[in-house]
Every structure is written in C-alpha cells, then in structure tokens.
Nanobody, 127 residues
Framework: EVQLVESGGGVVQAGGSLRLSCVASVFAFTAHDIGWFRQAPGKEREGIASISSSAGTTFYADSVKGRFSISRDNTEKMVYLQMNSLKPEDTAAYHC????????????????????WGQGTQVTVSS
C-alpha cells in the first residue's frame, strides 16, 4: 500500500529542537501539497504547516510560526518539519498528510480532504 512514514520524534527539553521527517511512497508525489498536523490527548487535531508541491508556498499556524519550518525534497520524496524553541505545549503526535488538492490558504489546509496519512511520531517536550 501507499505509505507515509514519519520519524524524528522523541523527548526533548523545552527550548530544544527536533527535525521530523516524512518519507512518501505516493504516486506523483511532486504534484501534491503536504501538510503537518498534530494532536494531543483531549485536543482537536491542529494543522500547523503546509507546503506546496513546488515548495513555493507555505502556511503556518500562529502557534508555531517563527519556530517551525516546513521544507521538502521532491527528489528524495521527503518532507521535513524543523522545530525550534520547543515548548511543553508542542507535545503531541505529529502526522504528515498528502492533500487531495492544492492548499491555497491556512483555512483551506484545515478543510480540504487528505488522501494519505502517516502513522505519526510522538514529540514530548519536558519543562
């Protein structure tokens, strides 16, 4: 089956950094926009970052803007989420997802369908 596999999560102290990776086995990967989402127990899933197929357009949630950076390498079929200045409230399971259509706004990122989801990687930020 088509797979998205996230890695790079772990336990880090507040103020530290992690880089999450998402490797994709998806047909026409370079034609799809990619989103990163996170969800903590008892909270709704939050769309935090997206990147267009050509990497020319990105969107960030206010909660992570200025601290997180999304990037992609279409040759390697990889998407990354660099997370700096981590806070305890960043603790969550992080998932990458393949959008069915181009993402035009942050609101659109939250509303549009996603064709594939990764299994997630856990990020825990301690005080």
């Amino acid at each position: 089956e088509v797979q998205l596999v996230e890695s790079g999560g772990g336990v880090v102290q507040a103020g530290g950094s992690l880089r999450l990776s998402c490797v994709a086995s998806v047909f026409a990967f370079t034609a799809h926009d990619i989103g990163w989402f996170r969800q903590a127990p008892g909270k709704e899933r939050e769309g935090i970052a997206s990147i267009s197929s050509s990497a020319g357009t990105t969107f960030y949630a206010d909660s992570v803007k200025g601290r997180f950076s999304i990037s992609r390498d279409n040759t390697e079929k990889m998407v990354y989420l660099q997370m700096n200045s981590l806070k305890p409230e960043d603790t969550a399971a992080y998932h990458c997802a393949v959008a069915a259509d181009p993402i035009t706004t942050l609101q659109h990122m939250k509303e549009l369908p996603y064709v594939h989801w990764g299994q997630g990687t856990q990020v825990t930020v301690s005080s």
